[in-house]
């Protein structure tokens, strides 16, 4: 099993920045992708970033590129989601997942492990 926790959630105005926090424990060497979604009422969860386990081979969806960095300390066990110059269109919840499958993926359905999540919200 993996445990996920995510942090770093908040409110903050438009143009800020946050950092969230995910810290992964449990038998982490099953996973090989970790990565961020988000979901706001009514909508569909949606796949922001993804990162292969120990590289830096990234993913970062057409709507937060630019904006958004995605990384990992190997070391901590702890994956990272930057978010510069946020829109209120980001308010979202912001899940971290993580994926046993052997290739890359951003399909929620290959993930397997999920954290709690945590509120994002960004005023105008």
């Known amino acids: 099993q993996v445990q996920l926790v995510e942090s770093g959630g908040g409110s903050v105005q438009a143009g800020g920045s946050l950092r969230l926090s995910c810290a992964a424990s449990?038998?982490?060497?099953?996973?090989?992708?970790m990565a961020w979604f988000r979901q706001t009422p009514g909508k569909e969860r949606e796949g922001v970033a993804r990162i292969e386990r120990g590289s830096r081979n990234a993913y970062i969806a057409a709507s937060v590129k630019g904006r958004f960095t995605i990384s990992q300390d190997n070391a901590k066990n702890t994956l990272y989601l930057q978010m510069n110059s946020l829109k209120p269109e980001d308010t979202a919840m912001y899940y971290c997942?993580?994926?046993?499958?052997?290739?890359?993926?951003?399909?929620?359905?290959?993930?397997?492990?999920w954290g709690q999540g945590t509120q994002v919200t960004v005023s105008s």
């Open positions: 449990g038998y982490t060497d099953n996973t090989n992708v």
């Open positions: 997942a993580a994926s046993a499958r052997r290739y890359l993926t951003m399909r929620e359905r290959d993930f397997g492990y």
